[in-house]
């Protein structure tokens, strides 16, 4: 008898691990999914820890083409464990040639280290370099199989849909702040109006519509000789080359700016009136005890007068500039242009003071 309820049992349990499954996947991919959600598999033990990510990968695309846990993971615990749960990109081009060779090539891939060669990242503590830097500069990441990128930080996992990718959410959380306001300014610009209003790519551009994607095209950079075309798809010829030459235009007068301020505080600290001097201060990483301005300048251990220049060039040069290509008015006047002859103002200001404390 007791061998017989055991053989009940087992043919119980065996048609729910079957037919529970078979249920939810449907019968099209019957033969993989009994394997798949075999108690021993990496299905049948995350499932019920993981209830959601194992959902997620139910509804992609890479369910539907038959692509397991292990396809991406690999089956050795221990190294996914080494790997913080992370997948290399070279596993995904293996599938994905096109796209894993256009991110190779584009900014993306340059991020982590590119972070890591700037001075403020050297100076800054170890904490404030994960947190503060990298998670955003991280989709550049190393693996040790040499792939270089986080394709998941634009198509989340385990969903991995293109979809997703497409919608400006999906670049908002890195390109934002007062030195890359993009998604700040598009959602401000009358394209992110009308995109938010309708959800229609068709008529509004969104990020992707500009900074045009796909398989081979995995950079997002608007190539120069291609962005008028893509916006005379809704608008017409003068209307862009107008607007086109105004974004130039305000290009060269932030520069413009920018070299004037450049030009004073070379000339305070030509004549010794920086406080603490440059000779005065820690040294800095790369350039020592010598004034540093632009991409590498530090915003710790300076002066006053420098901080305001720091702030002209990373943040209101970059607002002008980047409101000025996306289109927002706010970005491009009051919260860039209005700023940046302000400190200015103010650098003149304090040169001015400087060099009268001098005479006394
Ligand atoms: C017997 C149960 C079991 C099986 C079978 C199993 N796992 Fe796991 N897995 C775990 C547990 C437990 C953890 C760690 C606990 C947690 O974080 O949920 C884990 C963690 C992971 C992680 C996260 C690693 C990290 O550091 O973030 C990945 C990825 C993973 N497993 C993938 C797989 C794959 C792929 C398979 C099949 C080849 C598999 N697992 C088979 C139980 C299992
Ligand atoms: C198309 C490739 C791919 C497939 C298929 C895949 N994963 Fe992942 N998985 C990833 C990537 C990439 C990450 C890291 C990004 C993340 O955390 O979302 C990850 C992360 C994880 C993690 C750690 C997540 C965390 O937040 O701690 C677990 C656990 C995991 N996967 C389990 C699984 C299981 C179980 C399956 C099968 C049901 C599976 N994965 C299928 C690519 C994949
Ligand atoms: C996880 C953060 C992150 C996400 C998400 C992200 N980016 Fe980026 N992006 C960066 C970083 C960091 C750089 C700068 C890389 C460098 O030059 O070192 C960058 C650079 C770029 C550049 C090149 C800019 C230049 O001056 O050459 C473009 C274009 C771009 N991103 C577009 C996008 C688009 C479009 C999306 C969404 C589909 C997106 N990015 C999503 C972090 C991100
Ligand atoms: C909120 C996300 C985010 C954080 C945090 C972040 N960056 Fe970036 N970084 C970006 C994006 C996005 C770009 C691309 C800007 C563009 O092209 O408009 C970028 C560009 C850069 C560049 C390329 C050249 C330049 O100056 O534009 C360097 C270098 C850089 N970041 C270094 C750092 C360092 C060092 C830190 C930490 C001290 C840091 N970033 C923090 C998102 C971030
Ligand atoms: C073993 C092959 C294989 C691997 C490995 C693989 N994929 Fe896929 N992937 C596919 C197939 C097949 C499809 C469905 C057909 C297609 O869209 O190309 C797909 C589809 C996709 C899509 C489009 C989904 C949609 O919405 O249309 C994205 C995005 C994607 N994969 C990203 C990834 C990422 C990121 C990785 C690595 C973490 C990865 N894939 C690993 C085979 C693979
Ligand atoms: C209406 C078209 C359009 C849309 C929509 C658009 N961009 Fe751009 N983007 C441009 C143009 C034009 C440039 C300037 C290209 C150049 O000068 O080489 C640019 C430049 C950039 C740059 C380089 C730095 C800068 O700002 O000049 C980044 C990064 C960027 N865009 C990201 C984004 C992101 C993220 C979104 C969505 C939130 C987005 N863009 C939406 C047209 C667009
Ligand atoms: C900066 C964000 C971003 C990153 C990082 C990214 N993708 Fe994509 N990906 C997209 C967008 C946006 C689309 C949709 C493009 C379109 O429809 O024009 C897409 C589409 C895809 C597709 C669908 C088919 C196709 O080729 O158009 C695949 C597959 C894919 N990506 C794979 C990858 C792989 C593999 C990586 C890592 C090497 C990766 N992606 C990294 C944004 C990204
Ligand atoms: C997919 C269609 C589409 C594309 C592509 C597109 N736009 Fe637009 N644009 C619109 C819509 C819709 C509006 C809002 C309604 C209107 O003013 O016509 C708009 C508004 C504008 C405005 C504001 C006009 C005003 O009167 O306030 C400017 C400037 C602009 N677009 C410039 C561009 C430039 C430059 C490009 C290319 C870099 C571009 N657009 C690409 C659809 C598009």
């Known amino acids: 008898m007791a061998s017989r309820t055991s053989w009940i049992a087992r043919v119980a349990v065996a048609a729910v691990v079957v037919l529970v499954p078979l249920s939810v996947v449907g019968y099209r991919y019957a033969p993989a999914a009994v394997a798949w959600f075999d108690d021993e ?3 049948g033990c995350h499932r019920e820890r993981n209830e959601r990510l194992v959902g997620q990968w139910i509804d992609s695309a890479h369910f539907a083409a038959r692509l397991g846990c292990e396809g991406c993971h690999g089956t050795d615990h221990d190294a996914m464990f080494a790997a913080d749960g992370d997948v290399s990109p070279e596993i995904c081009g293996k599938c994905h040639e096109a796209a894993y060779k256009g991110f190779a090539k584009s900014a993306h891939a340059r991020a ?15 904490a404030m370099q994960r947190q503060g830097c990298m998670s955003c500069h991280a989709i550049g990441k190393s693996f040790p199989d040499g792939g270089t990128g986080r394709c998941n930080d634009c198509h989340a996992g385990h969903l991995f849909a293109a979809a997703e990718a497409r919608e400006p959410r999906a670049c908002e959380g890195c390109h934002m702040g007062p ?6 300014a598009w959602r401000a610009s009358k394209h992110g109006i009308v995109y938010r209003g309708l959800k229609d790519e068709a008529i509004s551009p969104t990020c992707v519509g500009c900074h045009v994607g796909g398989s081979s095209r995995h950079d997002f950079d608007v190539r120069p ?12 010829k003068g209307f862009v080359r107008r607007h086109l030459a105004d974004a130039e235009e305000i290009g060269r007068i932030a520069d413009g ?3 004037e301020a450049a030009q004073i505080l070379r000339e305070l600290n030509d004549e010794g009136l920086l406080a603490p001097s440059p000779a005065d201060r820690p040294a800095h990483p790369e350039a020592g005890h010598t004034m540093v301005l632009g991409g590498e300048q530090l915003y710790s251990d300076t002066t006053a007068v420098e901080q305001t220049f720091f702030e002209m060039t990373k943040f209101h040069h970059a607002t002008t500039v980047k409101g000025a290509n996306h289109f927002s008015p706010d970005h491009v006047h009051w919260l860039g242009y209005a700023r940046l002859q302000a400190n200015l103002t103010r650098i003149r200001d304090a040169a001015r003071r400087l060099r009268a404390e001098r005479k006394d």
């Open 225 to 236: 000789e291609e962005i008028a075309a893509t916006c005379e798809r809704c608008h017409a």
């Open 257 to 259: 700016l920018v070299a």
């Open 41 to 43: 598999s990496c299905v």
């Open 112 to 126: 982590a280290q590119d972070a890591r060669d700037n001075a403020r990242f050297k100076v800054a503590p170890p």
């Open 179 to 184: 030195d890359h306001p993009q998604a700040e």
